[in-house]
Nanobody
Framework: QVALVESGGRLVQAGGSLRLSCAASEWIFSTYTMGWFRQAPGKEREFVAASNWSGVTIYYADAVKGRFTISRDNAKNTVYLQMNSLKPEDTAVYYC?????????????????WGQGTQVTVSS
């Protein structure tokens, strides 16, 4: 049974920080690329960041580059999204996702597994 479980979302003021976590099944985590996506109210889900299996190769959406950091702890089967300098436009449900290879990382339909999402709300 595949499981991706996000946590860490909450209400935060603009300029603040949050760290999201996504715990994954071990057999996925050791070899899969992990990504973060988000979906704001009334908008389509969009790519945020992705990390290859080792954490060496990482890519960010322009909207979050320089503010968000994706990292992974393979010993804990967990991927993180550290979010700094948060803005109201970062308000969304954040999802983690997994795919076998580090290709088409920004394409939602290329991911095999998804978590249930965690709500992040940034107040102005």
């Amino acid at each position: 049974q595949v499981a991706l479980v996000e946590s860490g979302g909450r209400l935060v003021q603009a300029g603040g920080s949050l760290r999201l976590s996504c715990a994954a099944s071990e057999w996925i985590f050791s070899t899969y690329t992990m990504g973060w996506f988000r979906q704001a109210p009334g908008k389509e889900r969009e790519f945020v960041a992705a990390s290859n299996w080792s954490g060496v190769t990482i890519y960010y959406a322009d909207a979050v580059k320089g503010r968000f950091t994706i990292s992974r702890d393979n010993a804990k089967n967990t991927v993180y999204l550290q979010m700094n300098s948060l803005k109201p436009e970062d308000t969304a449900v954040y999802y983690c996702a997994a795919k076998r290879y580090y290709s088409d990382i920004g394409v939602e339909g290329k991911y095999d597994y998804w978590g249930q999402g965690t709500q992040v709300t940034v107040s102005s």
